[in-house]
């Protein structure tokens, strides 16, 4: 064959591909009704009461059902119900078990019981473990090992059943959360809150002790806090008031898990081939896990058996303009599937992204300048070339927090005196947050005014707001107070000059860090000029990310970076970081500065148990005075979160409380197809290119070849 | 030769012991089992007794090397170590901390792992060759010191450079292949054919410049100075007599990395999204997971015995003077 007839049957099969040359789903239909999205690291786990982590949680959420959810418009934030017939409410009981008023003092209740009534007729996904036979038998309930010889997948089992939902599938979740086998990482938690699950986790280790290599079975074992009231109810017995646990219940923690499936991946076998409910979950929502490559990609697919739910109908005049009312009263889910591919760096998917193949991107770093502007007035815009291709720009305030915490047990920066709380805001009004953001965020991120983000009851917004030690009114504009304020503080301290007053000794801090490598250095060397404005040196210890917990933990750190994003919208979830009990030193609580102040304790206490409204504010408001002026933490920034869509894609709105957004999403596929075809026909010209460059190197030689063969010697 | 080769592997067996004993301190050495329960954990509500319970159902819960508290045996078996390694002399690997069986996992992402690989290495070594035998071919002429001038510019440049210019062009500018991705079975040749090329092209100018090396000191012998007088043709001697014997220090290169082809590369495997083994090793380590990580090098160790096996095999069948003994 000449290179010519070479070329043209290479040209002729890239030409027999479907579609786009370029087109990395190969197998699937141009304007399927299908959501392409990807993953930078593969989950660990997708077993509801093990699977936390938001690239977990982003499968289980589309799957499992819990009782509750966010509604996916509203703000503030919003519990509705979602397999629950209504949202409960909780009902007291004293010490001797006598009923007491929803207003009766936190003091006097001794449980809090939640009673949960889920809708009748709602069915399990399609799944083998359900499959019986004939005569009524489970299928594959009893496999033997020539059974199981040929089966990989689950696709591979012939048969599939359903059944419907039942109370008693949530309390048989709410007992695994104890299970040793599955390490829940809420199971500390929730056995200091759910009545007998403590006991529960000790008396499923003992017989795990007792008979090793054989998983007891959670349903021999009784748990006193959760019990099944009838067929469609069960109640959940919470010691003391707990009116946080309502959010945990909009969480997969809580989700059902039927028997069957404990039963059906529990057999010899099973584990040995990947085939367990950790990989292959078995769940009720609007998907299922289709195909579940965590190497390569994960798909999920519409539920045939979904309850039914409608688009939500009810949301503010800026939803309904921004569109997002159109599908109101619609049924979910309008997606058939949604693929998820593996893709590991930003520089792939921001360009698949951009060829249409992906259908919504974050915007790392590296791409920021191609994809966003700002404007005169500072607002953030999408570039022309963005603009051309129909992107539409999402941005959102996250309800997190990043902050520079100083050990409170440290002799030099801890304490609670006032020396060290004027030292400690000094730093604070040093630390330019506002410089900061520009530089290192590209503007993602708003200086952080206490411990409660925007977004989160408590937070106050605009100049009533700011942290007076460290903000000042000036101009009408709320600006960061200047550094001589800061040096005067450091004298106040004892440390004029950054030097100290005593022994003329410099003031060294040092900064514990697990940043590391050359992108952390410009940081690094950032924070280190922060200090150099007062004359305090500044030694960075970096350290990898155990040695860090460790010294986090034992309190050897000083000064230290750290953050935290929200759990539930609720403020007790950023204050109890403060809260002394939760001391990291000795109790291993969350409360990492070790920062312990007796009345913002008493506060937080009352705090915790209020209902949003006025009289919480108040309360509120007391603790975050407390907090600013002692100042146990440089209150660092809120990021911001930007992402992008393309034009086909609809009903996006962050948010950030719920997990089970995926069944809003609505794209248009021709419209995809269409533009994918536009903006990716292969340029063939370099192929051409390349074989005259090949032919332009290789023709000299040839010639000189040919020459020195006939040459004579 | 048999006895040769029972012989070897033989040997492999307390260097396999070492390898492992030396990874098993290493990695503890830098993390704790309760560095490891507080990774699998998350960072989040994460008390003293959820580590105890992570440890004791992952057996992490026993002394690393020694048991004292044991007796006879079981000071030296029930520990982290023997636990942990014993098995796998059987090739049994157990489970990763996320719960996947380590065998099917191998099993599974060898396949990605050679489909780029295998490629790279074959054609790679066909393109060096040819490459480092044109240039003897034309030595001290102005089309070898093109070509040496060529291969160091190549080697000067980042392999990560090649990857991000291959994604660039080919897949994005003029959307001739797919930028990352995989598929099975026939569908996977548009995901290979990028990352292939990228790595052989990144691999020439090294590769190129070494086997020229060896070439142009084996134009200087003897035997090639009698084959010209005998009137061969240039070609003739070239790719028959000079490249036969060159093949040993060549074998030697390449024979060693042929069953590490089923590692994987980290890199590549991770910008193309390929989902292979490089990329399970870095995920391993990243995540802590010890048990993916001594399977890993335990399996690299093996193989490159059996590399280093196969070279000495390999060197009497291309020179008959040697002889495995």
């Given amino acids: 064959m000449t290179l010519k007839g070479f070329l043209l049957l290479g040209l002729g099969v890239l030409a027999g591909c479907s579609g786009a040359w370029n087109n990395p789903y190969p197998g699937d239909a141009p304007d399927a009704n299908v959501l392409y999205s990807g993953f930078a690291e593969r989950p660990k786990h997708l077993d509801p009461a093990r699977s936390y982590s938001a690239n977990e949680v982003e499968f289980t959420g589309q799957i499992y059902e819990p009782p509750l959810q966010y509604h996916f418009l509203k703000r503030p934030y919003e519990l509705i119900p979602l397999t629950a017939e209504a949202v409960p409410r909780p009902r007291f009981f004293d010490a001797a078990g006598k009923p007491l008023p929803d207003d009766a003092p936190s003091a006097a209740i001794a449980e809090s019981h939640y009673e949960i009534r889920i809708r009748p007729g709602i069915r399990y996904q399609p799944h083998p473990a359900f499959a019986r036979d004939e005569t009524g038998r489970y299928r594959y309930h009893a496999l033997t090992e020539a059974e199981l010889a040929d089966k990989r997948r689950i696709g591979d089992f012939e048969h599939t059943g359903t059944r419907e939902l039942v109370a008693a599938d949530y309390v048989y979740q709410i007992k695994r959360l104890a299970h040793p086998r599955l390490s829940s990482p809420i199971y500390g938690l929730m056995s200091e809150h759910i009545v007998g699950l403590k006991a529960l986790g000790e008396a499923l280790q003992q017989a795990a002790k007792a008979n090793p290599g054989v998983a007891p079975d959670v349903a021999d074992f009784p748990l006193a806090g959760a019990e099944v009231v009838d067929r469609y109810t069960y109640r959940i017995r919470i010691r003391g008031k707990y009116p946080q646990f309502i959010y945990w219940l909009a969480m997969p923690f809580f989700a059902p898990v039927p028997w069957e499936a404990e039963a059906f991946y529990g057999q010899p076998g099973m584990a040995d081939r990947n085939l367990t409910l950790d990989w292959q979950p078995v769940g009720s929502g609007p998907f299922y896990l289709a195909e579940n490559d965590p190497n390569r990609r994960m798909v999920l697919k519409k539920n045939p058996y979904f309850h039914g739910e409608t688009y939500p109908s009810d949301g503010a005049d800026a939803d309904r303009a921004a569109g997002l009312l159109a599908d109101a009263g619609k049924s979910l889910p309008f997606l058939d599937a949604a693929v998820f591919s593996l893709e590991k760096e930003t520089i792939p998917y921001w360009s698949k992204f951009l060829q249409g193949y992906y259908d919504s991107s974050g915007i790392s770093s590296d791409s920021f300048d191609q994809a966003i502007q700002f404007g005169a007035s500072g607002d953030p815009q999408l570039t022309g070339s963005m603009r051309e291709k129909d992107i539409r720009l999402l941005t959102v305030g996250a309800t997190s927090l990043w902050y520079v915490g100083f050990n409170m047990l440290d002799p030099v920066v801890g304490g609670l005196g006032e020396d060290r709380s004027k030292l400690r805001q000094a730093l604070s009004i040093a630390f330019d947050y506002e410089e900061f953001i520009s530089i290192f965020l590209n503007g993602r991120g708003s200086p952080a005014q206490g411990p409660i983000p925007p977004g989160i009851f408590g937070h106050v917004a605009g100049a009533a707001g700011i942290n007076p030690y460290v903000y000042e009114v000036r101009d009408g504009r709320v600006q960061r107070k200047s550094i001589e304020v800061a040096r005067q503080l450091l004298a106040e301290a004892g440390y004029p000059n950054g030097r100290n007053a005593k022994t003329g000794e410099p003031l060294v801090l040092y900064f514990d860090t697990m940043a590391s490598g050359p992108d952390a250095k410009a940081r690094l060397d950032w924070i280190k000029k922060q200090l150099d404005k007062l004359e305090v040196q500044l030694v960075v210890r970096g350290t990898d990310y155990n040695r860090f917990q460790d010294k986090i933990r034992k309190g050897n750190a000083q000064l230290f970076e750290w953050g935290w994003n929200a759990d539930y919208p609720d403020p007790e979830n950023f204050l109890f970081l403060l809260y002394g009990p939760h001391k990291k030193v000795g109790t291993g609580g969350e409360n990492a500065a070790n920062y312990d102040n007796p009345e913002f304790n008493r506060l937080f206490e009352r705090m915790k148990d209020m209902d949003n409204g006025p009289a919480r504010q108040a309360v509120i408001d007391e603790m975050l005075e407390i907090v600013r002026r002692d100042a146990p933490w440089i209150f660092a920034y809120y990021p911001k979160s930007f992402g992008l869509t393309h034009g086909w894609v609809h009903n996006v709105k962050p948010n950030l409380m719920a997990n089970n957004t995926l069944k809003y999403r609505r794209i248009d596929p021709e419209l995809r197809a269409a533009r994918r075809a536009q903006w990716n026909a292969p340029v063939l010209w370099p192929l051409g290119l390349m074989g005259l460059a090949v032919i332009a190197a290789i023709a000299p030689a040839v010639v000189a070849w040919r020459r020195h063969e006939s040459g004579v010697a | ?325």
């Avoid at chain 2, 062009?169 to 797919?178: E, H, R, S």
């Avoid at chain 2, 036969?244 to 590692?263: H, Q």
């Fill in chain 2, 1 to 325: 030769m048999h006895a040769y080769i029972l012989r070897r592997l033989l040997y492999a067996i307390p260097i396999l012991i070492g390898v492992n004993l030396l990874t098993f301190t290493l990695f503890f050495v830098v993390n704790t089992p309760d560095d490891m329960a507080r990774l699998q954990l998350g960072a989040k509500h994460v008390t003293p007794e959820a580590i105890e319970r992570w440890k004791t159902e992952h057996g992490y819960d026993r002394p690393l090397l020694l048991n004292r508290d044991a007796a006879g045996m079981a000071q030296l078996t029930d520990t982290i170590f023997f636990r942990h390694s014993a098995a796998m002399f059987a090739f049994e690997f157990g489970k990763g901390d996320d719960g996947r069986d380590i065998g099917t996992e191998i099993r599974t992402r060898m396949g990605p792992s050679l489909a780029i690989a295998l490629p790279v290495f074959v054609i790679g070594l066909l393109v060096n060759i040819s490459f480092a035998l044109l240039m003897v071919f034309f030595r001290a002429s102005y089309l070898d010191v093109g070509g040496v001038v060529l291969c160091v510019v190549l080697m000067s440049i980042s392999g990560l450079f090649y990857i991000i210019a291959g994604q660039y062009f080919i897949a994005k500018l003029w959307n001739l292949l797919p930028i990352s991705g995989f598929a099975d079975g026939i569908a996977a040749w548009k995901f290979i054919v990028l990352p292939v090329l990228v790595g052989v092209v990144s691999g020439i100018g090294s590769g190129a410049r070494w086997y020229r090396t060896i070439f142009l000191e084996e134009i200087g012998k003897d035997y090639v100075r009698t084959a010209r007088a005998k009137g061969l043709p240039e070609a003739r001697v070239l790719f028959h007599h000079v490249l036969k014997n060159g093949m040993i220090p060549i074998l030697t290169g390449a024979v060693v990395v042929l069953p590490l082809l089923f590692m994987g590369s980290l890199i590549t495997e991770s910008f193309f999204g390929i989902p292979g083994l490089g990329s399970y090793t870095i995920d391993a380590i990243q995540a802590q997971d010890f048990a993916v990580v001594r399977a890993m090098v335990f399996l690299g160790a093996f193989l490159y015995i059996v590399g280093l096996i196969l070279t000495d095999i390999s060197y009497s069948w291309v020179d008959p003077r040697v002889r495995l003994q």
